[in-house]
């Protein structure tokens, strides 16, 4: 299966989390990172750069990578490797764009409801500052989750 390159970066402030709303293609209505697909000719951390810019007007800081994310989706035999970032230090605030729309929340009030159903599992780690791989296999466009494993990793 082709392995398509992106990427996610989660801003974080005053124990809060942005989680903006994809308002446009894939992932569209759910709660998720700013991000996508690496271009020709830029590293991962260039990428996740310029999509924040893209997607939130921000900039970020300080980036720090904690997780490498593997779905493999079954029904469009399709695998996606995306590298996910921290960033606590950023200027500007972020602005509601063409694609995203954002949203604060406390960590107790993640809608993982709204959120891609891998999420309840990975992202509670990543926000206590674990570092990981983790690989997760949709069986449909539902998306129905299948089997997943996860990892600890030092990057």
């Not at 695998?79 to 929340?105: A, N």
């Not at 891609?116 to 791989?133: C, S, V, Y």
């Amino acid at each position: 299966m082709p392995v398509v390159v992106c990427t996610q970066i989660y801003l974080f402030r005053d124990g809060q989390v942005c989680l903006p709303m994809k308002k446009r293609g894939f992932g569209q209505g759910w709660h998720n990172g700013y991000g996508g697909k690496v271009e020709e000719g830029e590293s991962v951390e260039e990428s996740a750069r310029r999509e924040l810019r893209e997607e939130a007007a921000v900039e970020c800081a300080v980036m720090d990578k904690r997780a490498e994310l593997v779905f493999n989706f079954a029904r469009d035999k399709k695998t996606i490797l995306s590298h996910v970032y921290f960033c606590g230090e950023f200027s500007g605030e972020p602005k509601e764009t063409e694609e995203m729309k954002p949203f604060w929340f406390n960590f107790e009030q993640i809608p993982y409801a709204e959120m891609w159903p891998d999420d309840i599992i990975w992202f509670p780690k990543f926000i206590a500052g674990e570092t990981f791989r983790a690989e997760f296999e949709f069986l449909d466009s539902k998306p129905t989750l299948g089997r997943h494993a996860i990892e600890t990793m030092a990057f």
